[in-house]
């Protein structure tokens, strides 16, 4: 699929090309007696580049065995760096046919948010294990055909949250679990990065993003706000600002929303693609701890009430992310970041811009455990 039929498929609706066009089942069944998984990127831009191909040369259960991409002079370019056979090179028109090809166990979807359910539920289709960038989807709709996809096709899904294979969040997962500083009481999570160079990029176009900040760094905030309480959200506030509105025409600048967790407890979320910050702070009833930076590639770094440095050696965080899902698949060890915690982000996005809508009115959530992990 070129640029211009991305498109005319979003004009259709990702949910009525993929959903309605059943591809015969190829159950990824090879997987298992293997020893190490082939990961397909598909889309090499930024995040591939720096990010996922060099961590994939560090990764022990996985390696980068084929590319999916639109351009044939990225293709020549990759297959030469990193030794990637011809058979294993695919663009957006002839993926589908990635189904007969068994060095490809994993397929991992790097695209702009509104290509995510698409590509996710043609993996899935083509009997592939998925892994699916953040945020899931552009809405929860296209996140429950992306996990009914898989689900049909008997193949794994996970996102790509890369903090939850990482040592610093298991160390607050750690914390708040074991009531190290007594019962959480509030948290606050901002996730937010100057984005004002490139008025062009996709970022800032809704129909390919699906929304601004919040769609982009905001569901750091929302995943360190209810790691670092523990819970899920059962009520939300929401309100929208921006200094800028010539340059944010079509999606959100900042967004600040507060948390209503169960018994009383509260959080304050903020995110924004004109501003620099990056923290967690959990305030608990004998102390605190905090990450700063809590959600960029590392290392991050935090410390305790107590006068405590959370230190950890430094590892690429997509390396320990792409092996924790291949253990998953090989060995059945959790999977750290399922669909239903994508799905969840989602649920809590669409009621937050509904907050907004509605002026700030509070939304109830009604999420029980779902995606805690
Ligand atoms: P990018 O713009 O650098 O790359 C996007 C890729 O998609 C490019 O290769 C581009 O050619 C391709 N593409 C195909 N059709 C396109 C279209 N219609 N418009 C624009 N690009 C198109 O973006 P990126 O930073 O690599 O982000 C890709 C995905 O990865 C996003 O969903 C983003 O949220 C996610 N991401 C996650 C993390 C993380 O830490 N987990 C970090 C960065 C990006």
Request: proline residues 4%; contains cysteine.
């Amino acid at each position: 699929m070129d640029r211009r039929s991305f498109g005319s498929t979003l004009a259709k609706g990702v949910l009525g090309t993929t959903l309605l066009s059943a591809l015969p089942l190829t159950a990824c069944n090879t997987s298992k007696a293997k020893k190490k998984l082939g990961i397909a990127l598909v889309g090499l831009g930024t995040y591939s580049r720096q990010e996922l191909a060099p961590s994939l040369e560090q990764t022990k259960h996985c390696y980068l065995a084929g590319i999916v991409t639109g351009s044939p002079d990225k293709a020549e370019k990759w297959s030469k760096k990193y030794a990637i056979p011809k058979e294993n090179i695919y663009n957006y028109d002839n993926f589908d046919t990635i189904a007969a090809n068994d060095s490809i166990d994993i397929v991992y979807v790097v695209l702009p948010n509104a290509m995510h359910a698409d590509f996710c539920i043609r993996a899935a289709k083509a009997g592939k294990h998925v892994i699916c960038e953040k945020p899931m989807a552009v809405s929860v709709l296209e996140c429950d055909a992306i996990i009914e996809a898989c689900k049909n096709a008997q193949v794994k899904l996970g996102v790509g949250y890369r903090l939850h294979s990482e040592p610093y969040t298991k160390e607050v997962k750690r914390l708040v679990k074991e009531s190290t500083y007594g019962q959480v009481q509030y948290v606050s999570a901002d996730a937010a990065y100057l984005s004002t160079r490139n008025p062009k990029q996709w970022r800032l176009n809704k129909a390919l993003s699906g929304g601004g900040a919040l769609m982009n760094m905001g569901v750091y905030a929302i995943q360190s706000a209810i790691y670092g309480s523990g819970m899920n959200p059962i009520a939300v506030t929401a309100q929208e600002y921006s200094t800028r509105p010539e340059y944010f025409k079509d999606t959100d600048e900042t967004i600040t929303a507060q948390f209503q967790f169960p018994n009383g407890i509260v959080g304050n979320i903020m995110t924004s693609h004109n501003a620099n910050v990056n923290r967690l702070y959990v305030s608990c009833k004998e102390g605190w701890f905090e990450l700063n930076p809590a959600n960029n590639y590392g290392p991050l770094s935090g410390r305790t009430s107590d006068g405590r440095k959370i230190k950890f050696p430094h590892e690429r965080q997509q390396k320990l992310q792409m092996d924790d899902f291949s253990k998953h698949i090989l060995y059945d060890a959790p999977n750290l970041a399922p669909g239903a915690m994508g799905k969840r982000d989602l649920i809590i996005i669409e009621a937050i811009y509904k907050s907004i809508q509605e002026g700030g009115q509070q939304i109830a959530l009604n999420l029980g455990d779902m995606g805690l992990g």
